[in-house]
């Protein structure tokens, strides 16, 4: 008889890790799935010429003492594990304009923030006012989000039909003051007419209450959360892909690996993408109206990622983040196509721990459609599946990394010459990792015309079927962390848990 867990996690990502650690906690034998042999999903790292590299996570928001993320990392030990650097609090990310040379700073804290906005923007004090304090209510309005619980949907349903774009140009007529304050819409995948003005918000909120760099890599939140789960008497395995989910008329059971093995449990919880969820779940309880409500959402759009080792003690280390801009492209770069991409660039230094005040790496991210890489769509290639691509592939996968050294150069000259060695992730790779259909950056896409559908709830129509993860509230270490107290609360008291987080030390 096959041994049966309280709670089966499908997917390792940081979502399912969080719940697999939290129920783990609060009393429930848990086992997480996962199809690569590195745990993480976009927390894994990797590492060329001996250096290494996040393969998504740069930054995070959050972490000052009390701050929401700190509070969840306190209760699961975590806080005293993670070796942490927090960036300038004079401006963690830097939004620059290749048009005029002109750079601006985000700073920490928004006493801090609004300040150096004002200095650059004197004329728009009481536009930058407004937007702070309209950003901080907003997010009062989410409870999770706050630690809190209780109450429900009513008080977000107002302000989630509030267009980002829209309501910055309500704001303030000048035009640089808005592309400033949307410079970092990289970490949203903002998109003009679409991007709720709440996804802006709970974002860009965490990271001007604090913004951390995790030395040596996001692999060592998993690592933490393994181990987590492994000491409250939970299973993980890995190379462990899962390809159905069953039961009966009433409720699932099992499910079933690509190698023909079975796992039962009383409840499952999905970090997998809703589509593939759906895809996998043999229920009847699952119509077809559910199944095509859930196919027909877009997701956001890929990525391309340079990652450069620099030659040693040649490029000084910046302690922030760069968001570079060619003319009109802070909210255009997501729309790039072939003949004018890249349009922008986040651009993201490490420092090299035996040379302090020298970057040993940069991570160089920027937006870019699946579809250039239909020649290869077929083809799969992941450490643990290894496949190839061909030459093409790599000739066109320069290609693209020269344009967007170009680009880059264009605000640090010396960066291409200081280059040892690069390489380079596409919309494939990011894909073929964590099994979404396109590589899509960050899963669905909210929009603020249809809110409430693209806002998934994490329960299902499959009583013990359960979602988590960047698709269902909100993507990110902050977005995927609220969410997995959303779906642990279907286990256990929320209060009780909530309580226990606050009071964490
Ligand atoms: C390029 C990039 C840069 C980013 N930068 C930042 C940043 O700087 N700061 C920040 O806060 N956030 C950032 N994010 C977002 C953040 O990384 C994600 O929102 C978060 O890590 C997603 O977690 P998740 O729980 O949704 O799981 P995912 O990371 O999506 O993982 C899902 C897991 O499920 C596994 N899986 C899939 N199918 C199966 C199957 N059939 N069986 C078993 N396992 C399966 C996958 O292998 C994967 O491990 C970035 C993301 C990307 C892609």
């Known amino acids: 008889m096959l041994p049966e867990y309280d709670i089966i996690i499908v997917g390792s990502g940081l979502g399912g890790l969080l719940c697999g650690a939290i129920l783990g906690k609060e009393g429930f034998r848990v086992c997480v799935l996962e199809k690569n042999r590195?745990?993480?999903?976009?927390?894994?790292?990797?590492?060329?010429?001996?250096?290494?590299?996040?393969?998504?996570?740069?930054?995070?928001?959050?972490?000052?003492?009390?701050?929401?993320?700190?509070?969840?990392?306190?209760?699961?030990?975590?806080?005293?594990?993670?070796?942490?650097?927090?960036?300038?609090?004079?401006?963690?990310?830097?939004?620059?304009?290749?048009?005029?040379?002109?750079?601006?700073?985000?700073a920490q804290g928004y006493d801090r923030f609004a300040a150096s906005l004002k200095q650059a923007f004197p004329a728009e004090a009481g536009a930058i006012d407004q937007y702070c304090s309209t950003i901080r209510e907003l997010c009062s309005k989410f409870p999770m989000y706050n630690l809190r619980s209780g109450e429900g949907m009513s008080g977000k349903e107002t302000v989630m039909g509030i267009d980002t774009l829209r309501f910055l140009q309500s704001i303030t007529r000048n035009q640089r003051l808005q592309e400033v304050l949307a410079g970092n819409n990289f970490l949203y995948a903002g998109q003009p007419d679409k991007t709720p003005l709440y996804v802006h918000a709970l974002v860009v909120n965490s990271y001007i209450e604090s913004a951390w760099k995790i030395l040596d890599g996001g692999s060592q939140i998993t690592k933490q959360l393994v181990k987590l789960i492994r000491s409250t008497g939970g299973d993980l395995f890995n190379h462990t892909e899962v390809v159905k989910l069953e039961g009966d008329k009433e409720r699932l059971t099992?499910?079933?690996?690509?190698?023909?093995?079975?796992?039962?449990?009383?409840?499952?919880?999905?970090?997998?993408?809703?589509?593939?969820?759906?895809?996998?779940?043999?229920?009847?309880?699952?119509?077809?109206?559910?199944?095509?409500?859930?196919?027909?959402?877009?997701?956001?759009v890929s990525s391309f990622c340079l990652n450069a080792v620099l030659k040693p003690g040649v490029v000084r280390y910046l302690n922030h983040n760069y968001y570079l801009h060619q003319p009109g492209a802070v909210w255009r770069a997501v729309e790039a196509t072939p003949d004018d991409w890249p349009l922008s660039a986040g651009v993201f230094f490490t420092e090299d721990g035996s040379r302090p005040g020298y970057a040993e790496s940069v991570s160089i991210l920027t937006y870019m459609s699946a579809g250039e890489w239909d020649p290869w769509k077929e083809s799969f290639n992941t450490d643990s599946q290894q496949g190839e691509r061909g030459a093409d592939y790599h000739r066109l996968k320069t290609e693209k990394a020269e344009l967007l050294l170009k680009l880059v150069s264009a605000r640090f000259p010396e960066l291409v010459e200081a280059i040892s060695s690069y390489s380079c992730a596409t919309p494939l790779s990011f894909r073929d990792y964590i099994g979404t259909e396109d590589g899509s950056l960050y899963g669905i896409a909210k929009d603020y015309r249809n809110p409430m559908?693209?806002?998934?709830?994490?329960?299902?129509?499959?009583?013990?079927?359960?979602?988590?993860?960047?698709?269902?509230?909100?993507?990110?270490?902050?977005?995927?962390?609220?969410?997995?107290?959303?779906?642990?609360?279907?286990?256990?008291?929320?209060?009780?848990?909530?309580?226990?987080?606050?009071?964490?030390?």
């Open 38 to 106: 590195q745990y993480g999903g976009s927390l894994q790292t990797f590492s060329r010429d001996k250096t290494l590299f996040d393969s998504g996570v740069h930054y995070i928001g959050g972490l000052a003492p009390g701050q929401t993320l700190e509070q969840v990392f306190n209760y699961l030990g975590l806080m005293d594990a993670l070796k942490l650097q927090q960036l300038d609090v004079d401006g963690f990310d830097r939004i620059f304009f290749l048009e005029d040379g002109c750079e601006y700073a985000l």
């Open 254 to 300: 099992m499910v079933v690996t690509k190698d023909g093995r079975l796992f039962r449990a009383k409840h499952f919880i999905s970090n997998l993408h809703p589509k593939r969820t759906v895809e996998i779940t043999e229920s009847p309880l699952l119509k077809t109206a559910y199944r095509n409500r859930i196919n027909r959402l877009a997701d956001t």
């Open 453 to 505: 559908a693209t806002y998934l709830p994490t329960r299902t129509k499959v009583p013990n079927l359960f979602l988590t993860g960047q698709n269902v509230l909100l993507h990110g270490i902050l977005g995927v962390t609220i969410t997995a107290l959303t779906t642990c609360s279907e286990f256990v008291l929320v209060e009780g848990l909530l309580n226990k987080i606050r009071n964490a030390t």
